[in-house]
């Protein structure tokens, strides 16, 4: 079954601007990942906030965590064309179990 | 540093008949390793992990199985199959306690 629902289903931009994609969880979880995954491949690991944290950086990734609402949100700040790609939130277990959301397609507009 | 194989990359088989995939990993010993399944447009589902040698669980029951006969293998197989198990199947690993890495995936179209 599906834990994680984003929001919006698709986003798109210009570049330079920011992107900020949500998701929400129903289950109990360890820790709240992120993936990206390009047109056809496979997907990417992008960053992880473990269920005690409430936000991390990473580059331009910035990642909040609200464990009372549990939702989480992602944002990428001065997007590039680069970056479109469909982000995916996972839900992880405290054993490696990882329960996928439905994805945001992002299109960066050059 | 750790590497996924997948193979084939793609496949087009017809209803009813035999599937088999495999992932084959380097890089690392005993790691957990999971078969996931992506309809198009979709979120991933995942479908067997396993812990070890001879060990798998699965998460959906289906006509699908898998095994893992070496500690680096991990197959999945279908004796027939159905128009539904067309998607993208994407092996992983677990990585650094929590982190998963993906494998480039295999296309399978049944017709």
Redesign the interface.
């Known amino acids: 079954s599906?834990q994680?629902e984003e929001d919006p289903q698709a986003l798109s931009i210009q570049e330079g601007e920011n992107a900020t994609m949500n998701c929400s969880y129903k289950t109990s979880i360890?820790?709240l990942?992120w993936?990206r995954q390009n047109s056809?491949?496979?997907?990417?690991?992008l960053i992880?906030i473990r269920s005690n944290e409430r936000e991390k950086h990473s580059g331009r990734l910035r990642v909040t965590l609200d464990t009372s609402k549990k939702s989480s949100s992602l944002l990428i700040t001065a997007s590039r064309a680069a970056d479109t790609a469909s982000y995916?939130c996972?839900g992880?277990t405290s054993y490696?179990?990882?329960?996928?959301?439905?994805?945001t397609i992002l299109t960066v507009h050059p | 540093s750790q590497t996924?194989h997948q193979w084939p990359a793609t496949l087009v088989q017809p209803v009813g008949s035999p599937l088999s995939l495999e992932c084959t990993v380097e890089g690392t010993s005993n790691p957990?390793l999971?078969w996931?399944r992506q309809a198009a447009g979709?979120?991933?589902?995942?479908l067997f992990?396993s812990v070890g040698i001879g060990q798998i669980s699965s998460e959906v029951p289906q006509n699908l199985s898998a095994s893992r006969p070496q500690d680096r293998q991990f197959i999945l197989s279908s004796k027939k199959l159905l128009l539904s198990d067309s998607g993208?199947y994407?092996c992983?690993l677990?990585r650094d306690?929590?982190?998963?890495?993906?494998?480039?995936?295999t296309?399978l179209t049944v017709t």
């Open positions: 599906q994680g360890n820790n990942q993936y056809g491949r496979g997907l990417v690991h992880l995916f996972a992880g490696g179990k990882l329960t996928f959301g439905q994805g | 996924i957990n999971y996931y979709r979120g991933l589902q995942l992990y993208f994407l992983a677990q306690l929590y982190e998963q890495y993906f494998g480039p995936g296309r």
